[in-house]
């Protein structure tokens, strides 16, 4: 069976005053219904726009995009970038749908929960108030948040944080769409409240069998709940894989600094934090060669100098696997293993 | 603790407010309700837990940006809880703070030498070698460019402007930093770069730091000791180690067991702790112990008698019924 979301050498670029930022360069992955996808990387490495550009949120006129996405619904496959706007239209919040980072700026202030889901539902569905009204309370319930009848008519000021992102939750899959798209949906929530909205999240999948594309920096939330994980750098996809084999065999030196350079709750070395030196790179003329090269202490490993001249293309890395980087999975962990050593 | 550089004693912040018609309804939010605890010479205490718990208040108070309602704060075996503002002044070069936002706390149309220089012009010293020099030698300890002193903060990144914050609040050689979520804004491989520097000047300049911070890999990474607490109160003190390992109350149960752990295989067999209910206002905490509407194992008494901090091994636990 086809995977629900195909994207094909996705590019995006903005023209800015000081020049043409590429925000994201030749982006390739795929999506399987029931699947949770996590995209990581640092801010400005392109997750966003990447995702904006699945939901057809970018203005065409000043946008730079190349490249396809896929959605293969029932009735067919639609190409996002070539669709009419009309159709996008129907496709978003029906077919795909996205929550934000943060709840409050995305409901409105003066609408209540009701109006806001009610509209949801009613734009792709045929029916009246009174049976807007019933499936928003289903949803609501669905979410878990008490005492719906209730709330249904309050306002977003009166939820907490996590009841809020509850609230869009119940809002995204109102129309059972097959694709939800997490931007940071914990981001802005207290770790309590975090992990009861990401089970909520695991819950809904299981309900629904949708297809979750999990946008984060937050590696412990990416083990907690994804499948497979897309590592970004400078508007790249540098590593692409199962969960599994990406967090114990990196095959990317910028990888293998993120895992290092995060503190764990459960371990107690007190020593220092191995930081990745310097800075990611400005998007605008990004150097030849590979973007990482400068932070990257794997570098000098590489014969030739390779790492300045060409660009890594993506590469197989074993099943399922494929990054951007001249060394193979075995020279990292060897160089990796003799570095440890001294 | 012999000597410590801090003492907090039933430190009490409260606000007020009105609401309603015409402001009838008074209330009181009791954002930092009676809290203690000590910080050694050269130690670093987290002040860990959930947004609304009152460590950012409690940070702010200590550092007398706002008047205590009640309590001690007794920096160097000084009570300063009413100190007057002149006498706060001369403080302050020995208390400085270190903001979450890079953004908001640096003044946009000042150069990086006048931000950093700042301290100087404030206290009227006159540092060896004269000021520039001074300011160079501090940008080029937190690993900034000394050239870049004209620059404006719009120039650097977000880990760059953090840097400047921790320049300028190094400008006096302090004793004592309150650090307020000085890495959440930053990228993670930025934030680990900002820990290390924070350890390092630690070492060299014998700094004591609280920590204030809802990041709890980062704060077991930094801290000696950690303060976790609820509804401005403190629910458990202990060194890092016990704090983590074997926690004694059920909130620092319930709160470790929310952290993800980056290891896919760890997060499969992880069970986590579900909190029944949800943060109470601040302005109407339960009565008795505060973490009791949430708690599992809360008894009648929990609900109407509020516990006292008692030792048990390396801990100190607010509760009825600990681990």
């Known amino acids: 069976m086809k995977p629900f979301l195909e994207v094909k050498d996705l590019s995006v670029a903005f023209t800015t005053e000081d020049g043409k930022v590429q925000a994201t360069d030749s982006v390739t992955f795929s999506l399987n219904l029931g699947e949770t996808l996590a995209i990581v990387g640092e801010s400005g490495s392109g997750k966003s726009v990447s995702s904006m550009a699945i939901m057809g949120l970018h203005n065409r006129h000043r946008t730079d995009i190349s490249g396809e996405i896929y959605l293969n619904l029932d009735s067919g496959a639609v190409e996002i970038n070539s669709a009419e706007e009309e159709v996008i239209r129907k496709l978003r919040g029906n077919q795909m749908a996205m929550i934000f980072q943060d709840p409050m700026s995305s409901l409105h202030p003066y609408y209540t929960i009701n109006n806001q889901i009610s509209e949801a539902w009613l734009l792709h569905n045929k029916g009246d108030k009174k049976a807007a009204r019933a499936r928003t309370l289903e949803m609501l319930d669905l979410v878990g948040i008490p005492d719906p009848h209730k709330r249904i008519d309050e306002y977003p000021h009166q939820f907490s944080g996590g009841m809020r992102q509850r609230v869009m939750i119940a809002m995204a899959l109102v129309n059972n769409p097959k694709l939800l798209i997490a931007d940071e949906p914990t981001t802005a929530l207290d770790v309590t409240v975090q992990a009861e909205i990401l089970s909520l999240i695991k819950d809904m999948q299981k309900e629904f069998n949708t297809a979750v594309l999990l946008i984060t920096h937050d590696m412990g939330v990416v083990a907690a709940v994804a499948d497979r994980i897309n590592v970004m750098y400078a508007g790249r996809l540098v590593e692409q894989g199962p969960i599994d084999d990406v967090f114990y065999h990196p095959a990317h030196p910028y990888t293998v600094g993120l895992l290092g350079s995060i503190p764990r709750v459960d371990e107690f070395h007190g020593g220092r934090l191995k930081a990745i030196q310097g800075q990611p790179p400005s998007l605008i003329n990004l150097p030849t060669g590979c973007a990482f090269r400068e932070r990257c202490e794997f570098a000098s490993h590489v014969p030739g100098n390779l790492c300045a001249t060409t660009r890594p293309e993506s590469t197989e890395k074993g099943a399922n696997r494929q990054s951007r980087c001249h060394l193979s999975i075995a020279d990292i962990e060897r160089i990796s293993a003799e570095r440890s050593a001294k | ?323």
Not at chain 2, 27 to 39: C, P, R
Not at chain 2, 49 to 77: F, H, N, Q, V
Not at chain 2, 108 to 113: E, F, I, L, R, S
Not at chain 2, 278 to 286: D, G, I, M, R, T
């Open chain 2, 1 to 323: 603790m012999s000597d410590p550089i801090l003492q907090v004693k039933g430190l009490k912040k409260h606000f007020g407010g009105t609401s309603g018609l015409m402001g009838r309804n008074k209330f009181t939010i009791k954002a930092v309700d009676g809290i203690d605890f000590e910080v050694g010479r050269g130690e670093t205490v987290g002040l860990v837990g959930e947004s609304g718990c009152g460590k950012t208040t409690a940070g702010r108070t200590i550092m007398r940006l706002y008047d205590p309602t009640a309590g001690e704060i007794i920096y160097d075996g000084v009570d300063i809880a009413k100190a007057s503002p002149a006498a706060l002044k001369g403080l302050r070069s020995q208390m400085q703070m270190i903001f979450q936002d890079p953004y908001a706390s640096l003044n946009p149309k000042h150069t990086v030498g006048k931000i950093v220089a700042a301290p100087f012009e404030i206290h009227n010293i006159e540092p060896e070698g004269g000021v520039k020099r001074a300011v160079q030698d501090l940008l080029d300890r937190v690993g900034l460019n000394p050239e870049h002193i004209n620059r404006f903060p719009h120039e650097f990144s977000g880990g760059q402007r953090q840097r400047i914050g921790i320049a300028r609040a190094l400008a006096l050689r302090p004793k004592l930093i309150i650090a307020d979520e000085p890495v959440s804004a930053l990228d993670v491989s930025i934030q680990a770069q900002v820990v290390n520097l924070l350890d390092d000047l630690q070492e060299e300049f014998g700094l004591s730091y609280v920590f204030v911070a809802h990041d709890l890999s980062v704060v077991q990474h930094i801290s000696d000791r950690v303060v976790v607490m609820y509804l401005g109160k403190v629910m458990e003190i202990a060194p890092t180690e016990p704090l983590f390992k074997t926690p004694h109350h059920p909130y620092t149960k319930a709160l470790l067991s929310a952290v993800p752990v980056p290891d896919p295989e760890i997060e499969r067999k992880r069970e986590r702790i579900q909190m029944t209910g949800e943060l109470p206002s601040p302005a109407n905490p339960p009565q008795g112990c505060v973490f009791n509407t949430r708690c599992w194992k809360a008894q009648d008494i929990c609900r109407s008698t509020a516990p006292a901090l008692v030792q048990i091994g390396a801990s100190q636990v607010a509760c009825h019924f600990p681990d």
